[in-house]
Nanobody
Framework: QVQLVESGGGSVQTGGSLRLSCLVS????????IGWFRQAPGKEREEVAA????????HYADSVKGRFTISQDNAMNTVYLQMNSLKPEDTAMYYC?????????????????WGQGTQVTVSS
């Protein structure tokens, strides 16, 4: 079983930055991809960024390209999401997810394990 624990959320003003962390434990070596998803009230969950653990290739939603960066620290079993130039529309609950057989990075259904989420609020 893989466990995911997110941290780093908070409240910032427009243009600010936050770094989210996702600590991966359990059978972490079995996952092939870790992604960050977000869900705002009344909206569907959407992929923000994902990283394939072997090789480190990444995928980003168009809305965050150039502003967000996903990275992994294998020694710390942690995946980070650096968020810069934040906008009010980035306000959401952010979830870390992991999957063992992910082929399509932005499809939530391929991720088997989910964290509890961390809230990000960006005020104008």
């Amino acid at each position: 079983q893989v466990q995911l624990v997110e941290s780093g959320g908070g409240s910032v003003q427009t243009g600010g930055s936050l770094r989210l962390s996702c600590l991966v434990s359990g059978y972490s070596k079995s996952v092939n991809s870790i992604g960050w998803f977000r869900q705002a009230p009344g909206k569907e969950r959407e992929e923000v960024a994902a990283i394939f653990t072997s090789g480190g290739s990444t995928h980003y939603a168009d809305s965050v390209k150039g502003r967000f960066t996903i990275s992994q620290d294998n020694a710390m079993n942690t995946v980070y999401l650096q968020m810069n130039s934040l906008k009010p529309e980035d306000t959401a609950m952010y979830y870390c997810a992991a999957g063992r057989y992910v082929a399509v990075a932005d499809y939530a259904g391929e991720y088997e394990y989910w964290g509890q989420g961390t809230q990000v609020t960006v005020s104008s």
